[in-house]
């Protein structure tokens, strides 16, 4: 079992220990659409992931994220392109165990017990973590002797978590882990995820919930319509939308409110209104030198308002595309 790893480890060698984690390149993947065509669901993504890096893969419905990771994973291929994990094919570094999934779905046995579960994938792997550590990491050893079939959906979640833990992979890649789960039962597992983050394990992880990109990830990549439209410190890709909101009091009419620089639009709430703008600073500063507002507080964009703007930015441009395509097709 040891000679397989330095095989890996060897045929890794030459792209140095600096080497990132995962590099796609130019990557495009498609499906038939069911009427003759074809969807591109990954659409020319190119993206590298660092050893140790935490990143969220953020995209509405279809946006091409599981279509990515499945590719990482060597589940599926791409049409164009290529992927690597640590220099070498997903597949080879998925055998290798240095690659560890939790899939949206995985086929998990209802009359297994948890730990007969554990036992029996670790049976598989020719070299894994000790059953009893894997279990304490991913919390289950107090549901230990219960049957798969009457645990939560976030305790499976945890299950799976503990089989993806076992080969004690170098990249930790989750799809939508936390889906069915309850709030508290999404901050118990993202502690965990926490935890073998600070061990230096690389972490991407596609969600649905906003919070957790904001809470976890250092950076988001954010798809739609299996493009890159956002990608950087996810502090950074708040900031993206350029939008802030600042709040002052005043008692001003509406003509006063119109003259106003840098203002998206704006909110009236007794004495207090709110202006989304493009330039915080230059509106704060009007504002103080030349109103009579004061009290005043200015709030960056959340990432959700920021999420919302670059989506809908990205359907708009989708869609001016599609109508110069068919302005194109019919003249
Ligand atoms: N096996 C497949 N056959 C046909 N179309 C597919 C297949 N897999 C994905 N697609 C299509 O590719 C696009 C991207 O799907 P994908 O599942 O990658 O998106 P996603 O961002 O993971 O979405 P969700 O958040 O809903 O899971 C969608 O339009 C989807 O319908």
Avoid at 6 to 30: H, L, M, W, Y
Avoid at 101 to 124: F, H, S
Avoid at 152 to 158: D, I, N, P, T, Y
Avoid at 248 to 256: K, L
Wanted: with cysteine.
């Amino acid at each position: 079992m040891k000679t397989q790893r330095t095989d890996i480890n060897t045929q890794r060698e030459p792209d140095g220990v600096n080497a990132p984690a995962i590099t796609v390149r130019d990557v495009v993947r498609s499906f038939p659409d069911g009427e003759g065509g074809r969807i591109r669901a990954v659409d020319g993504v190119s993206l590298s992931f660092d050893r140790g890096e935490v990143t969220a893969i953020l995209g509405p419905n279809g946006a091409g994220k599981t279509t990515l990771i499945d590719m990482i994973l060597g589940l599926n291929h791409p049409e164009s392109g290529s992927i690597e994990v640590f220099g070498t094919t997903p597949k080879r570094a998925a055998q290798g165990g240095r690659v560890g999934a939790l899939l949206q779905t995985g086929g998990l046995l209802p009359d297994l017990t948890v730990k007969e579960t554990v036992q029996i994938i670790a049976a598989l792997h020719k070299d894994h973590l000790p059953v009893a550590e894997v279990m304490e990491t991913a919390g289950i050893t107090g549901i230990a002797s219960r049957t798969v079939g009457k645990c939560s959906g976030g305790q499976q979640q945890r299950l799976r978590f503990a089989l993806a833990m076992l080969p004690k992979p170098e990249i930790i890649i989750l799809d939508e882990p936390t889906a069915g789960m309850d709030v508290a039962a999404r901050h118990e597992f993202w502690d965990r995820m926490a935890e073998t983050a600070a061990t230096g394990t690389t972490i991407l992880f596609a969600t649905h919930y906003l919070e957790e990109a904001e809470q976890f990830a250092r950076r988001t990549v954010l798809m739609h319509s299996g493009s890159v439209i956002a990608d950087g410190p996810t502090e950074q890709v708040r900031q993206q939308a350029g939008a802030a909101h600042v709040t002052v009091t005043w008692a001003a009419c509406s003509a006063e409110i119109n003259q106003l620089p840098h203002v998206i639009d704006h909110e009236v709430r007794g004495s207090t209104i709110t202006f989304r703008t493009d330039d915080a600073d230059a509106l704060a500063r009007h504002l103080l030198t030349q109103t009579e507002a004061h009290g005043i507080t200015v709030r960056p964009a959340s990432l959700e308002e920021a999420f919302m703007q670059l989506t809908s930015h990205a359907a708009t441009a989708d869609r001016g595309a599609a109508t110069a395509e068919t302005e194109g097709v019919t003249r």
